[in-house]
């Protein structure tokens, strides 16, 4: 095993908590029971995968949700209980980033949406209080800007390929073992990271 000189972190149970019952539960109050149909963090239906990707934007999003729920929702009654799923940054969560980013590089890849981005960077800002969140990293990667998600290969040759990483000497942070062999794939050292364990954990 070559050493490690970089690291990419996986955002949503790694950093982020999150929790989509909360939304599952939203969205059951206001009449559509059967979310679970359109979204999981392991699947996702045409229309939440064109989000996550970019192909579309938010308000397109809330239109064909409508016509999906078959149901007069406003759009911030979606957005309300799409963002249920962000819970908060713990913030030894953060310190503890701050410590790691002496010692390697470090990147952000998370499969997310421009809903979620503009929400939990805002939630930041009033949790942590230490500015923009995408500034802890070197850079950070989402889906919805850069056109693929992981598991996909492309998502992770786009981190390697633009930050001219070599993959043996990176290594790859999430809590979904999907996501993981994915990244195993294009050779990038891995730890799966499970609920309830958490990065402060690691010894690095």
């Not at 209080?129 to 919805?144: E, K, L, P, T, V």
């Amino acid at each position: 095993m070559r050493k490690i000189r970089n690291i990419i972190f996986d955002l949503g149970g790694v950093i982020l908590n999150i929790d989509l019952k909360r939304t599952e539960l939203a969205f059951a109050e206001l009449g559509v029971g059967n979310f679970k149909e359109y979204y999981t963090l392991q699947t996702a239906t045409p229309l939440f995968e064109d989000l996550e990707l970019g192909r579309i934007t938010p308000k397109i999003f809330y239109d064909e949700f409508r016509k999906l729920a078959k149901l007069p929702l406003t759009d911030e009654e979606i957005r309300t209980a799409w963002n249920a799923l962000l819970v908060d940054f713990p913030p030894e969560r953060i310190a503890w980033l701050k410590k790691i980013k002496s010692k390697y590089k470090i990147f952000l890849l998370s499969n997310t949406n421009e809903i979620h981005y503009k929400t939990f960077t805002k939630m930041f800002e009033e949790e942590i209080r230490g500015g923009n969140f995408d500034d802890q990293f070197i850079r950070a990667y989402y889906s919805f800007r850069i056109g693929f998600r992981k598991p996909s290969r492309e998502s992770y040759e786009e981190v390697l390929r633009k930050e001219r990483l070599t993959a043996a000497e990176t290594l790859f942070i999430d809590d979904s073992m999907q996501n993981i062999e994915g990244a195993a794939l294009v050779g990038l050292q891995t730890c799966y990271l499970p609920s309830p364990h958490t990065v402060t954990e690691l010894d690095l």
